[in-house]
């Protein structure tokens, strides 16, 4: 048996006086549907076990009576009681069938489609041919007809002309010109972009209303129960605080389409609208301008709801960049000149959606392109949470003529990568781990209006190549395979210990450089990322901070792959000993890259001493560092001792004390260095005479010279002869006043002429010879009359 209605409470507002219209019951877990006609009245309420009442109303919206239906099958109403053919109608009631093709519904006798259907409910498409009559519903449940007789209408569906005045503020009234619309107030929504803005009259033809508080420019809208119209007229409401006498020129223009505004009275501005949906991208681009004063002109995209969301200035090529749309409808942009300026800027508003793929770590490479500025591309790729992927991107020519900005997304929306500027032809991200499984996306967003191609690559990368090596020297040797893969050597360390790292790079890895790194048992960088684009990487000295195990990492710097072999040396307390001029020579063993050594001697003001460095062969494959600095620790002279060797020539002291030679090896040199100190005599001096005998002299210790003079009158003309016994000296010849007569020559074998000299002015002349080296020996000298 059908259970009956228990009671529930139907209650209406009619005035100010509350009205018990009807009760009816069920139990609270079963079902109850509700039907409402076009004006949004009760009509039908069914419960879950079939029971049904019918409402009626008088013109005035007033209940007239509650009929309460009962049967296998019942159509209690039609929802909206007239309708054009082709309209979906709402038959309520009980008894259908959930099925659709089980249903059979006619209109005054003519069969119509079921379009969807449940037990109470169906969605009818109204047949051609249809006539005003009754709707009968048939299923397995029986047959019946609707109460009251449906009316097939012609289209009534309402159309938009105009609007008057085109540009309002809010509060000013305005006129909607159309047809189709209802008589009574409330069955026209009215909205303008947006906002709902109240009927004040209606007829068929024509709604009266205001511009609502926050209004923003865009499209007339329409609805009533027999259709809705959103593609109506524009209405251009000023945007705060600017007025309708403000705005000079309005206008339409569509996304991917250009557009002209012009403002021809100073103080004015322009405006434009256009179409956008939520989600979508946008940018605005300037082509041309004749504002004058383009820079300090503005142009404001403003949302449907009144919100800046991109501006930029009024002169040619310039970009607001992409913008995200907040919401459907009508987008404003405003042209502000500089208040005396006058002109038209012609722009084009792009539809900037990106473009959009998927790719696969370890997969094909996959291209996109852009072709409207500010568009984006944006690529997914569905990750495992603890994998490792990098990513190579290749820009064409096109694209990369301006920078680009790079990032990577989580599943939950967190940045993996945060925003890289990259401004070649070629991008790599290095190693990402992933934190978890789910869709990343790839995103690539252009600085300006650069477009063009992209090829994307996704590596999946596996775990870094690691070993362990010792602080002895002994070379270990690693690979990696796939960009993004890295080297890892871990070692035990003490506190205090110095270390040094020598990294041989083969090709083609060192060919695009790497990072290297050493981090502290405790994390924290004990060498910070240093780039190297050599074939060697040196460390340089570092002490270590605490005990236990350091780690080593070299980072590709791009995709390049290959391999490297690495030494670590535990680099033992810096040389030290003393030499004595005239002494036996001393050598200065390093025997760990970067380990350096000093020499002390002393000797007082005035003294000259000079120093020959030699390197052994290992030595000579680089240049090492040598300097001589006073006992207050102020530098006599510095050099880069190279290959074969140096020799300092003379060198008179100005302080009296210990001095130190300080040996700073270069890079990862290691050998033995000889240092030989001298304690260089008073120069020989002596008289020549022009054309009068030969002059011999004997030098005895490094870095003495030979110091001749002679009286000469001006315009006389010389020549010089100088045979010796060693070779490589340099000899000059100096004028009464100091300056050059002979420049400081050079030469390498036994005998030196020079070409005939000119002597400028009387007086004395004088003329030096200096060894190059360490040679001693002796030396004759001719200067004849020419």
């Known amino acids: 048996m059908r259970r009956r209605l228990l009671r529930t409470i139907h209650i209406v507002w ?64 039609v929802t909206p009681r007239q309708a054009p053919v082709n309209s979906i109608v709402t038959v309520s009631g009980y008894g259908f069938s959930s099925a659709a093709n089980e249903n059979s519904v006619t209109f005054d006798g003519v069969a119509a489609t079921v379009v969807s259907a449940s037990q109470t409910q169906l969605l009818v498409r109204v047949p051609s041919g249809a006539a005003s009559g009754l709707v009968t519903v048939s299923a397995p449940a029986g047959t019946a007809a609707s109460l009251k007789t449906f009316s097939v209408s012609v289209d009534v569906t309402p159309t938009l002309t105009s609007v008057s005045p085109t540009v309002a503020a809010p509060g000013d009234a305005i006129s909607i010109l159309g047809s189709n619309f209802q008589a009574t107030n409330e069955l026209n929504n ?44 524009d209405l251009f409401v000023p945007p705060s605080p600017y007025t309708v006498a403000s705005v000079d020129s309005v206008g339409r223009m569509n996304l991917d389409g250009p557009g002209t505004v012009a403002v021809g009275a100073a103080g004015k501005i322009g405006l434009k609208v256009f179409d956008g949906h939520f989600g ?56 502000l000149p500089e208040s005396s300026d006058t002109g038209n800027v012609s722009l084009t508003a792009y539809d900037a959606t990106d473009a959009t793929g998927t790719i696969s770590p370890g997969g094909s490479p996959v291209a996109l392109s852009t072709t409207k500025p500010g568009q984006q591309i944006s690529l997914t790729f569905a990750g495992i949470a603890s994998k490792r992927i990098s990513l190579l991107a290749g820009l064409d020519s096109s694209m990369s003529k301006a920078c680009v900005y790079f990032s990577i997304t989580s599943p939950d929306g967190s940045t993996l990568l945060p925003e890289k500027l990259s401004c070649g032809s070629t991008y790599f991200s290095g190693v990402q781990p992933l934190p978890s499984s789910g869709n990343y996306t790839i995103r690539l ?55 040094s790292l020598v990294a041989d790079i083969a090709s083609p890895l060192w060919q695009n450089c790497e990072y290297f790194s050493i981090t502290s048992p405790d994390g924290s960088l004990l060498l910070p990322q240093k780039l190297n684009c050599n074939t060697s990487f040196f460390s340089g000295v570092i002490t270590l901070p605490s005990s236990g195990t350091y780690s080593i990492l070299l980072a590709p710097a791009s ?27 001393i050598g200065i063993v390093v025997s760990a890259p970067g ?39 102020s530098t006599v002279t510095s050099t880069n001792v190279c290959f074969s060797g140096f020799f300092s020539g003379a060198i008179t002291l100005a302080q009296t004390g210990t001095y130190k030679i300080q040996l700073t090896p270069s890079g990862t040199s290691m050998g033995t260095m000889t240092f030989s100190l001298y304690g260089v005599p008073p120069d020989v001096t002596g008289v020549i005479s022009i054309g009068g005998s030969a002059v011999p002299v004997t030098l005895s210790t490094p870095g003495q010279s030979a110091v001749l003079s002679f009286n000469g009158q001006a315009a006389q003309t010389v020549k010089l002869s100088v045979n010796v016994s060693k070779t490589c000296n340099y000899v000059a010849i100096y004028k009464p006043d100091g300056t050059d007569l002979l420049s400081r020559t050079m030469f390498c074998s036994s005998n030196y002429t020079s ?32």
């Open 559 to 585: 995709t390049t792959v290959g391999s490297a072999t690495f030494k670590l040396y535990t680099v033992p307390p810096d040389t030290t000993g003393t030499i004595v001029a005239n002494g036996t020579p």
């Open 280 to 335: 979508q991208r946008a940018s605005v681009l300037m082509n041309s301008t004749t504002f004058t004063k383009c820079t300090l002109g503005s142009l404001r995209i403003l949302s449907p709801l009144g919100e800046p969301i991109a501006q930029s200035n009024l002169c040619a090529t310039s970009f607001t960049g992409s913008f995200s749309l907040p919401v459907d409808g009508s987008y404003t942009v405003l042209v």
């Open 595 to 633: 380990q350096k050594g000093s020499l002390t001697f002393s000797a007082s003001t005035g003294d000259r001493i000079s120093l020959n460095v030699s390197p052994d062969s290992s030595m000579a494959q680089a240049c090492q560092g040598v300097a001589v600095t006073n006992p207050d620790g």
């Open 190 to 233: 009215l909205s303008l972009n947006l906002r709902s803005a109240f009927v004040q009259s209606s007829t068929g033809t024509t709604i009266t209303s205001s511009v609502p508080m926050g209004a923003t420019s865009g499209r007339v809208g329409v609805t009533t129960p027999f259709g809705r119209v959103d593609n109506g007229p």
């Open 755 to 786: 070409s005939v000299l000119t002597l400028p002015i009387t007086g004395t002349y004088q003329i030096k010879l200096t060894p190059s080296s360490t040679s001693v020996g002796s030396a004759t000298f001719n200067l004849t009359n020419q």
């Open 445 to 499: 967003r252009p600085t300006v209006t650069n477009v063009g191609a992209v090829t994307f690559t996704l590596y999946d990368v596996p775990q870094d190549a690691t070993a362990a090596i010792s602080s002895d020297g002994t070379p270990v040797g690693l690979s990696v395979s796939t960009p993004g893969q890295r080297m890892n050597l871990t070692f035990n360390g003490i506190t205090g210990q110095k270390i």
């Open 14 to 77: 009619i005035g100010v006086v509350l009205v018990w219209i009807g009760f009816s019951g069920v139990s609270i877990a079963d079902p109850i549907n509700y039907s409402y006609d076009e004006l949004g009245r009760l009509v039908s309420v069914v419960d879950g076990s079939g029971e049904a009442a019918v409402y009626e109303y008088d013109a005035a919206g007033n209940i007239l009576s509650i009929v309460r239906k009962s049967g296998p099958i019942s159509v209690l109403s």
